[in-house]
């Protein structure tokens, strides 16, 4: 099989010839100083560090190491908007996003940290007056297609195109900050509702310009909002359910309409209570399979969701792949592929991106295993 005809198998709900990897995505990657331990660590070579999220200061991998761990999906970013006040200084100082939020890393810090939330002190009136970053700018496609049609070209890959905006829930509390967040969740919900819908609005605008340009081209469509904690929901599943569930289906159906890509769903920790909120939503993948949250038992959720919805990530415990030993990551890895690669829908992948501590022995053992060369 070809990398492609791999994923699209498995996110088919077929049984792939292996079970297809994703290493160095948006929620996939490596940071810049784990990755380079893990290039010195094998020998290959590389002239520079291309970072690809200048936040989590992670990497666009060399092609020897995506050769290497057999990554069959290559991911592409739409471009940042013609008036974007986007600062990305990846490696030191301080980013201003598109929004007006300003991040800074702290000293000896390994990614950037938020610093200041833009609608801290906003109310109903100001979100009308606010100005909202133009999703719909042609600029933000400027030689997208070419970019995909090249890989389409050259590569066998799957293509996967990521968002350019957190989701809803997160804008909230990243515009807000989380006290806040929290503070109008209880007790000013109408505020939430016309937020939630300007976000709305913006991801559906953005979407429609991203899919015009390449829907026909692409095979995934990443989409996200982190609603789990380490041992459940992050609020109330009620106000999940009445209003963000929605909105996220509404999203869903929008992109559906302008691909035939399968929907990726980025939510961390224990999101067991929602998953079949999201196969309802119409959302075909979920990632990551936060295995060390509560209620994320990979057997159990293969079992009850596995024939309606992929999992994408989970590949091995985050916590384990950073203390344990390269036989514990290798037991663990064949403990999730035989939980959750069964008849297809598992793509293989870390929980999350791989941290800057990690050991190279332990990711080499992890990507190694998966390929069955363990």
Known sequence: MTSRERVLASLNHQEPDRVPIDFGGVHT????????????????????????????????????????????????????ASKSIQNFNPLKGGIVDEWGNTYTMP?????????????????????????????ADKARTAGLRDEVLNIRKNTDKAVMVFS???????????????????????????????????????????WNNILEDIG???????????????????????????????????????????????VYFHSCGDVSWAISDFIDS???????????????????LKREYGSDICFWGGGCDTMLLLEGTPKQVENEVKKRLEDLSENGGFIF??????????????????????????
């Open 29 to 80: 990657s490596i940071h810049h100083f784990a990755y380079k331990r893990l290039m010195e660590y094998y020998k290959l070579e590389f002239d520079e560090v291309k970072i690809q999220d200048a936040i989590q200061q992670i990497v666009f991998p060399d092609n020897s190491l995506l050769l290497k761990f057999g990554s069959d999906v290559i991911g592409v970013y739409p471009r940042l």
């Open 107 to 135: 000293e000896d810090g390994f990614f950037y940290d938020f610093k200041t939330n833009i609608m801290r002190d906003f109310i109903e009136a100001d979100l009308d007056t606010y100005p909202w970053p133009n999703p």
């Open 164 to 206: 350019a905006s957190w989701g809803l829930w997160e804008n909230l509390w990243l515009q807000r900050g989380f006290e806040q967040a929290y503070v109008d969740i209880g007790m000013n919900l109408p505020f939430v509702e016309k937020f939630w819908d300007k976000i709305l609005w913006w991801n559906i605008e953005f």
């Open 216 to 262: 026909d081209l692409v095979d995934v469509v990443q989409i996200g909002d982190d609603l789990g904690s380490q041992r459940g929901p992050l609020f109330n599943p009620k106000i999940y359910r009445d209003l963000l569930k929605p909105r996220h289906s509404e999203l869903v159906r929008s992109i559906k309409q302008k691909t035939n890509g399968k």
């Open 282 to 300: 119409g959302i075909d993948i979920l990632n990551p399979v936060q295995v060390n949250a509560g209620g994320m038992d990979t057997k159990i």
């Open 349 to 374: 992948a870390s929980i999350h991106n791989i941290q800057a501590n990690t050991p190279p022995e332990n990711i080499a053992a992890m990507y190694e295993t998966a390929l069955g060369l363990r």
